[in-house]
Each structure stands twice: as C-alpha cells, then as structure tokens.
C-alpha cells in the first residue's frame, strides 16, 4: 500500500483560503491518478477533486467548482488542492488517494471513492466566524 500523507488543513473564517498539500513516501506520485475526498460524520466520504497522471483531466466536485484548484508539483512529488472561498459547509477531514490508471475516466473514478486503494490519514478543515 501506498504512503500518503496529507498537510495544510485548520481553521478558517468564512471567504478564507487553505492550500492543502499530498506528499508521498517512497513512491512518485505522478505515477498514479490522484483525488481528494472529504468526509462529515455520519456521511459518506465524497470526491471533492482529482487528477490524472498527466494532469490534463482533472474533475470538482459542482459544490467547490470555481473555488478549488488541483494541481500537481511533480518536483516536490506532491498534489495540492487550493482552496478559495471556503463556506461552513466545506468543513470536513480531507483526505487523498491514489490509484493506478485503470479503465474508468478521472471523473468516474472521483465519484467512487471505494475505487481508490491508498489513502493518507486525513486533515481536518473547519470554516466557521
């Protein structure tokens, strides 16, 4: 299984921004398709966004479209997931996943999270005044 660590999450205020960072151990992470999913209690984990190996797919979820980016840093071998406009309602863990390329497109795979093999611990994200 694949290590993944996530970093970058906290408190925030309504409107505010957080860059959430995925970094790798022991493994290049431009290898795989890469997504970031988010989870509440008592709810199922969600695709929020996510990335193909080559990083010209990319899927968002419609509640965060226009406010969050995806890239790769191939460099640092990690991913990250700029997060703008952040609402109450993005509070959440987030956590990052990787899969080897498969069949299913970016999108598709995004949308079904008990696709992914290997995830990180998550970070927590709270937007609240």
């Known amino acids: 299984q694949l290590q993944l660590v996530e970093s970058g999450g906290g408190l925030v205020q309504p409107g505010g921004s957080l860059r959430l960072s995925c970094a790798a151990s022991?493994?290049?992470?431009?290898?795989?398709?890469i997504g970031w999913f988010r989870q509440t209690p008592g709810k199922e984990r969600e695709g929020v966004s996510c990335?193909?190996?080559?990083?010209?797919?990319?899927y968002y979820a419609d509640s965060v479209t226009g406010r969050f980016t995806i890239s790769r840093d191939n460099a640092k071998n990690t991913v990250l997931l700029q997060m703008n406009g952040l609402k109450p309602e993005d509070t959440a863990v987030y956590y990052c996943?990787?899969?080897?390329?498969?069949?299913?497109?970016?999108?598709?795979?995004?949308?079904?999270?008990?696709?992914?093999?290997?995830w990180g611990q998550g970070t927590q994200v709270t937007v609240s005044s």
């Open positions: 990335i193909s190996r080559s990083g010209v797919s990319t």
């Open positions: 996943a990787a899969e080897s390329p498969g069949p299913l497109t970016t999108p598709a795979m995004c949308v079904r999270p008990n696709l992914w093999g290997s």
């Open positions: 022991g493994f290049t992470l431009d290898a795989y398709r």
